[in-house]
């Protein structure tokens, strides 16, 4: 099943499928209501599973129990086949990429040291670390001269969030975690990142899960789209499936597109 | 010489303050539950008259400068602890989130991320605590610790004018000039974090 190591290294082995979601459960500590209800996925390699689903259906919620900034009441999470219950998570976040919609950038830190933090952290030798994020810059289309040494409040909106994916990428992490990452840009600059990030998941091969309320968004950019609905998945399939299911959950969004 | 004593009182008692202080801030910033207890205890050794506190202090640490200096750091923690919290508490909660999904740990976050951005704000803290201690060393002189309050002291025993402005105005100055330097130090970390 184990394959080479990846690039860089790290305590996941390259095994299909990269993410696994078993029968997830969260309950609200204080009142045990469940925000995430029994839902099971997997997504491979090259494979961006899109979360679908409005306001407090769930999405988020699930994003953050599979890199345990929430730990799931029932149900398990795998990557590369082992439970991620069973790795420290610190060190599990550092082996998983993770985009939010406010960005996050360290203000003090300029756009190389942002890019740069967890090879940082796993202390990479410096020049290793320079060179990755001249690599990554150039790939989300900053050009590395210009970008490495500006600063967040430099930035445009558009601009900190292809900083924020560099960062998310830097450690050549096997899963990238994005929730609603377009969704405070404008929307001529959402559908340039869109339509650029369409092209990067090609050539990435990574799995990806993308949390979005947008349906436009996640048909255009998922290989599969799950609607969450009230916590459970309502629907997982191919965007083309979607478009042609009768399912009233998802009758309810593409009317509502 | 007093204007010494009267520097050495504030120095080190603001540097205890700020040992105690900064951790407790950082306490009270990360767990909810401390900050009530933590603020309001503060707020509370604030609210004693100087004089008073020294007061009670005499009969358990004797007269002498560790009974200035312990009293200095009782008024220096309000201020310290108080910004510490604020300066931490106010740093974007985006960043944290985004520092702790990366996969930083709490020590790493607060080394390399919270203390960095609430560096000028507790700063504004220390520079408080630095002024409001020249101001009450100043009564360290009424139990016998010495400092720029001996010359006040004695000056108004003896109804001398020239003896209290020999005390008053480098007690002054003092305050002045520890108010700018820290304010310069200030400014520059804030901007930086900007």
């Known amino acids: 099943m184990a394959s080479a190591r990846s690039r860089s290294g790290g305590i996941f082995e390259e095994v299909n499928p990269v993410l696994e979601v078993r029968d997830l459960r969260y309950e609200l500590p204080r009142n045990g209501r469940a925000l995430v209800d029994g839902v099971s996925f997997s997504v491979g390699a090259g494979e961006t599973l899109v979360l679908l689903g409005r306001s407090g259906a769930g999405k988020t919620t699930t994003l953050r129990l599979l890199n345990r900034l929430l730990v799931p009441t029932a149900g398990a999470v795998l990557i590369a086949g082992q439970p991620t219950a069973a790795v420290e998570a610190t060190q599990l976040r550092r082996r998983i990429g993770y985009v939010i919609q406010e960005v996050g950038l360290f203000p003090h830190f300029s756009v190389a040291a942002n890019v740069g933090l967890v090879p940082r952290l796993a202390q990479w030798p410096r020049d290793r670390i320079e060179r990755r994020v001249r690599e990554l810059l150039t790939l989300v289309g900053l050009d590395p001269d210009t970008f490495a040494a500006r600063f967040p409040h430099q930035l445009s909106g558009g601009q900190r969030q292809r900083v924020g994916v560099a960062r998310a990428l830097a450690a050549d992490p096997p899963l990238l975690l994005l929730d609603e990452p377009f969704g405070a840009l404008d929307a001529i600059t959402r559908l340039e990142l869109q339509r650029e990030f369409r092209a990067l998941e090609g050539r990435l091969g990574k799995a990806m899960v993308f949390v979005t309320h947008d349906v436009r968004e996640g048909l255009l950019l998922g290989t599969r789209i799950g609607l969450l609905d009230a916590g459970r998945l309502a629907f997982l399939g191919t965007p083309e499936e979607f478009r042609a299911s009768s399912l009233p959950e998802v009758r309810q969004f593409m009317e509502a597109a | ?194």
């Open chain 2, 1 to 194: 010489m007093l204007l010494v004593q009267h520097i050495g009182l504030v120095a080190i008692s603001t540097g205890i303050a700020v040992l105690i202080g900064l951790p407790l801030g950082v306490l009270a910033a990360r767990r909810p539950g401390w900050r009530g207890p933590v603020l309001a205890l503060a707020n509370v050794f604030q609210t004693i008259p100087s004089l008073a506190l020294f007061g009670l202090l005499i009969p358990v640490f004797g007269i002498g400068a560790w009974t200035a200096i312990t009293a200095l750091v009782v008024y220096a923690l309000l201020p310290i602890v108080r910004n510490t919290y604020a300066g931490i508490a106010g740093v974007d909660p985006a960043v944290r989130e985004a520092g702790r999904g990366m996969g930083m740990t709490e020590g790493e976050l607060l080394r390399l991320v919270e203390l960095p951005l609430a560096a000028g704000v507790i700063l504004a803290g220390v520079r408080v605590a630095t002024v409001v201690s020249v101001g009450i060393a100043t009564i360290a002189a009424a139990i016998g610790a010495g400092g720029l309050g001996v010359y006040i002291f004695r000056g108004v025993a003896a109804v001398d004018d020239t003896l209290i402005l020999a005390g008053a105005i480098p007690a002054a100055l003092l305050a002045i000039l520890a108010d700018a330097l820290l304010g310069f130090a200030e400014r520059r970390l804030v901007w930086r974090s900007r």
